[in-house]
T-cell receptor, first 118, second 112 residues
Framework: DTEVTQTPKHLVMGMTNKKSLKCEQH?????MYWYKQKAKKPPELMFV???????INESVPSRFSPECPNSSLLNLHLHALQPEDSALYLC?????????????????FGAGTRLSVL | DQQVKQNSPSLSVQEGRISILNCDYT??????FLWYKKYPAEGPTFLIS?????DKNEDGRFTVFLNKSAKHLSLHIVPSQPGDSAVYFC???????????FGTGTRLQVFP
């Protein structure tokens, strides 16, 4: 089972709204990720949580606020977004595999939340 | 600075034939490479990976080849099926990091 569940699937919000995206995995993965994907572009990393602590922030504007309440859940709180923030937001979690005794990460993605900011 | 590149934005292949998707990278510190498939309105699905200590990895119809000296990898799908029609992303990571760098993607269309 490699399921990562994201809710909602679609979200429309105004620039003054506050909303949250949710992500859940029950695979015991220790790392969880938020990505942003614009049309015809590759996914761009936003945040990484490792063992429930924020380990990477790719210089994301503060209007995006991640939260990891426990090892299975990841939230992305949105406030005062701009129309250019409209995109597909993807959550992933990663499984560590040993390759020649070296740990490697395989990331498994959710279906994403399609966000439109009006 | 695009460290992982897929120079073919699209590829069209007849059902039953071989599909070859290519990927080039610039950072010699990358040591693990992955291929993902993405259907519209879905997240990327992991397909196959390869470590830099190997030059080939095979899983069913999918084979990934790595040429470290050329900083090039390729995904072979044989035989191609209509259900393989999707966007394919290659991705790379460095030792002991959680960060994946994705290529720009190649849209594969398999026609009957």
């Amino acid at each position: 089972d490699t399921e990562v569940t994201q809710t909602p699937k679609h979200l429309v919000m105004g620039m003054t709204n506050k909303k949250s995206l949710k992500c859940e995995q029950h695979m015991g993965h220790r790392a969880m990720y938020w990505y942003k994907q614009k049309a015809k572009k590759p996914p761009e990393l936003m945040f990484v949580y490792s063992y429930e602590k924020l380990s990477i922030n790719e210089s994301v504007p503060s209007r995006f606020s991640p939260e990891c309440p426990n090892s299975s859940l990841l939230n992305l709180h949105l406030h005062a977004l701009q129309p250019e923030d409209s995109a597909l937001y993807l959550c992933a979690s990663s499984q560590v595999v040993l390759v020649a005794n070296n740990p490697k990460n395989i990331q498994y993605f959710g279906a994403g939340t399609r966000l439109s900011v009006l | 600075d695009q460290q992982v590149k897929q120079n073919s934005p699209s590829l069209s292949v007849q059902e039953g034939r071989i599909s070859i998707l290519n990927c080039d990278y610039t950072n010699s510190m990358f040591d693990y490479f992955l291929w993902y498939k993405k259907y519209p309105a879905e997240g990327p699905t992991f397909l196959i990976s390869i470590s830099s200590i190997k030059d080939k990895n095979e899983d069913g119809r999918f084979t990934v080849f790595l040429n470290k000296s050329a900083k090039h990898l390729s995904l072979h799908i044989v035989p191609s099926q209509p259900g393989d029609s999707a966007v394919y992303f290659c991705a790379a990571s460095r030792y002991n990091t959680d960060k994946l760098i994705f290529g720009t993607g190649t849209r594969l269309q398999v026609f009957p």
